[in-house]
C-alpha cells in the first residue's frame, strides 16, 4: 500500500478523471447514445471528487487541526475564484441582490429553484461548503467522536434517500453521503484497525467490483435503487486504487498527465459553465459542437492563469498560516 497519509499520485489521478467526466457530461450530446448517460456520466465525476473532498477533510479533521485554520485554509481555496466568478456572472446577467447572495453564501442548492443559470454548477460548491460547516463543528471534538458520529451520519443519509426516494438532485442531503463515504474511508485507513480494511481493500475483486457497481449506480439514477449504494461504492473504489498503487487501473492514473488536470481542476469547474454560456457555446448544434475545441482551449487557458497567478497567492497564503490546538478544548 502506498502511504495514504502522503499525498498519493493516484488520488490526483482520480481528481483529473473527475473533472474530465464532469467536462464529458456537460459537453458532449451522450444522449445521443444512450438515454440520460450525459446525466450518468455527470454523477460519477461528482461522486468522484465529493469522496476525495470528504477523504482529504476527514484526514484534517482525525489529526485535529485547529478550527480556524481549517476554516481559513478551507476559505482562501475556494472563495476567490467563486467569489469573483459569481460577482462577474451577476453583473452580466444581471442577477438580482438575493440570488447574488444565495451563491456567494452556498445557500443557493437549499431549494430547487435556488440555482441560476451560468451558475447552477455552483450547487456543488454549496453542499462542499456547507460541509466544510460540519467538519468544522467537529474539530470542537475529540477525533473519537468523529470515528462514531461520522458513521453514522453517513448511515442515516443514505437511509433518508431510501425513505425518501432520492435518487439524485443537487440537495445538499441528496448528495453529501458520497462526501460522508470520503470521510469514512479516511477512518478507515488512520485506524488502529487499519490492517483490517487494507486487506480488504487490496484484494483486485474489490477494484474492479466497485467499479463495476459504481458505473451501475451512477446510471439513468431516478428509479435505479442501486443508486443508494453509490457512496459505498466510490468509497470501496478509492480505497482499493490507495492500496493497490501496482494495479493498472492506479499506475494510469498516477501519469504526471493527471496531476496537472487535479493541479487545474477546481479552476476549470468554476470556468466552464459561464465560458458555455457565451459566444464560445452559442449557435446551432453543427456551430456549437464546432465550437467546443474552441471552448475547452479557452477554459483551460483561464484555469491555468487563474490557478498559478491568482489563487496561488491565496493558496500560500493558507499554507503559512499556522494555530496551535493548545487554547482549543476538546470535549
Known amino acids: ?54 477523504y482529504f477533510i476527514g484526514k484534517q479533521v482525525l489529526v485535529h487541526v485547529h478550527p480556524l485554520e481549517f476554516v481559513a485554509k478551507r476559505l482562501l481555496r475556494i472563495l476567490p475564484l467563486a467569489w469573483l466568478v459569481a460577482v462577474v456572472v451577476a453583473a452580466i446577467w444581471h442577477f438580482p441582490p438575493s440570488a447574488l447572495a444565495a451563491h456567494l453564501l452556498f445557500y443557493a442548492n437549499l431549494s430547487d429553484a435556488g440555482m441560476r443559470v451560468p451558475l447552477d454548477h455552483y450547487w456543488s460548491l454549496c453542499v462542499e461548503l456547507q460541509f466544510y460547516a460540519l467538519a468544522t463543528a467537529l474539530l470542537l471534538f475529540r477525533p473519537g467522536v468523529s470515528r462514531v458520529l461520522v458513521p453514522a451520519l453517513l448511515v442515516a443519509v443514505t437511509g433518508y434517500r431510501v425513505y425518501m426516494s432520492g435518487y439524485s438532485g443537487s440537495i445538499t442531503w441528496y448528495r453529501i453521503d458520497d462526501i460522508l463515504a470520503g470521510f469514512v474511508l479516511a477512518i478507515l485507513l488512520h485506524s488502529p484497525s487499519r490492517r483490517e480494511a487494507i486487506g480488504f481493500f487490496e484484494r483486485p475483486a474489490v477494484l474492479w467490483g466497485a467499479a463495476a457497481l459504481l458505473c451501475l449506480a451512477c446510471y439513468n439514477v431516478d428509479g435505479n435503487v442501486a443508486s443508494f449504494l453509490r457512496p459505498y461504492a466510490v468509497l470501496c473504489l478509492t480505497g482499493a486504487l490507495l492500496c493497490q498503487p501496482r494495479s493498472a487501473a492506479a499506475a494510469f492514473l498516477s501519469r504526471p498527465f493527471w496531476t496537472y488536470l487535479a493541479t487545474v481542476s477546481f479552476a476549470v469547474y468554476v470556468l466552464h459553465v459561464p465560458l458555455e454560456h457565451t459566444w464560445l457555446g452559442s449557435g446551432d448544434v453543427t456551430e456549437k459542437y464546432l465550437k467546443r475545441p474552441l471552448l475547452l482551449a479557452a477554459v483551460f487557458l483561464l484555469a491555468h492563469l487563474s490557478t498559478f497567478y491568482f489563487e496561488r497567492h491565496f493558496i500560500a497564503m493558507g499554507h503559512r498560516l499556522r494555530m496551535s490546538n493548545d487554547a482549543v478544548r476538546s470535549v
Not at 464529458?24 to 454523477?43: Q, T
Request: aromatic share 6%; proline share 4%.
Open 1 to 54: 500500500m502506498s502511504a495514504a497519509g502522503s499525498r498519493s499520485a493516484v488520488l490526483d489521478g482520480v481528481r483529473g478523471l473527475s473533472i474530465v467526466t464532469v467536462l464529458v457530461a456537460h459537453w458532449l450530446p451522450l444522449n445521443a447514445l444512450r438515454p440520460r448517460l450525459n446525466e450518468s456520466v455527470g454523477m460519477l465525476g461528482m461522486a468522484l471528487f465529493f469522496v476525495l473532498s470528504g
